[in-house]
T-cell receptor
């Protein structure tokens, strides 16, 4: 069965610092992986996705993620945090049929000035 | 373009009451989903639909029912509300499954059962 594990429920960084949010996956088939972001009192929106093309995926707002099969990881990074990046971030994997997403528990990112 | 619209935004139910959470989308998407979000637990899939007349169970379907009579609407029914169903419920849609098209989420319904 497909699953994702997000390491760290809370991450705090200073403005301008590197952002690193960790995600490991388990999949019985080649995975399709996603990062979504949720701002307060809103639904989720897609940041980026990996669908077996390039292993380094660039998304919106300066975020990127690297698919590493040997480590079963899909960590999200941003070189320089901005106050507006404060939100909850979810890693997700597609189910085997490609009909639904299975989400991790989420990581809350706090950014201080 | 309204996207995915959920009603109501908030609701308080007493144990044993029933209610329907409404979800409608105006993007002509075939796929629709219901997730629940609990603090520290992420999103859990309740039910999903790949087209009108077709529904399937997700990870946590017990206590819920759905129907999909039109492409636009995907209501979620709670028949006998229980405190364990206190949660934030999100409806989402996509045009062609999860791989090639993103999920578009509504803004959620916050439900409290007391």
């Amino acid at each position: 069965a497909q699953s994702v594990t997000q390491l760290g429920s809370h991450v705090s960084v200073s403005e301008g610092a590197l952002v690193l949010l960790r995600c490991n996956y388990s999949s019985s088939v080649p995975p399709y992986l996603f990062w979504y972001v949720q701002y307060p009192n809103q639904g989720l929106q897609l940041l980026l996705k990996y669908t077996s093309a390039a292993t380094l995926v660039k998304g919106i707002n300066g975020f990127e993620a690297e698919f590493k099969k040997s480590e079963t990881s899909f960590h999200l990074t941003k070189p320089s945090a901005h106050m507006s990046d404060a939100a909850e971030y979810f890693c997700a994997v597609s189910n085997q049929a490609g009909t639904a997403l299975i989400f991790g528990k989420g990581t809350t990112l706090s950014v201080s000035s | 373009n309204a996207g995915v619209t959920q009603t109501p935004k908030f609701r308080i139910l007493k144990i044993g009451q029933s209610m329907t959470l409404q979800c409608t989308q105006d993007m002509n998407h075939n796929y629709m989903y219901w997730y629940r979000q609990d603090p520290g637990m992420g999103l859990k899939l309740i039910y999903y639909s790949v087209g009108a007349g077709i529904t399937d169970k997700g990870e946590v379907p017990n206590g819920y029912n759905v129907s999909r009579s039109t492409t636009e609407d995907f209501p979620l029914r709670l028949e006998l509300a229980a405190p364990s169903q206190t949660s934030v419920y999100f409806c989402a849609s996509s045009s062609s499954g999860t791989v090639n098209s993103p999920l578009h989420f509504g803004n959620g319904t916050r439900l409290t059962v007391t």
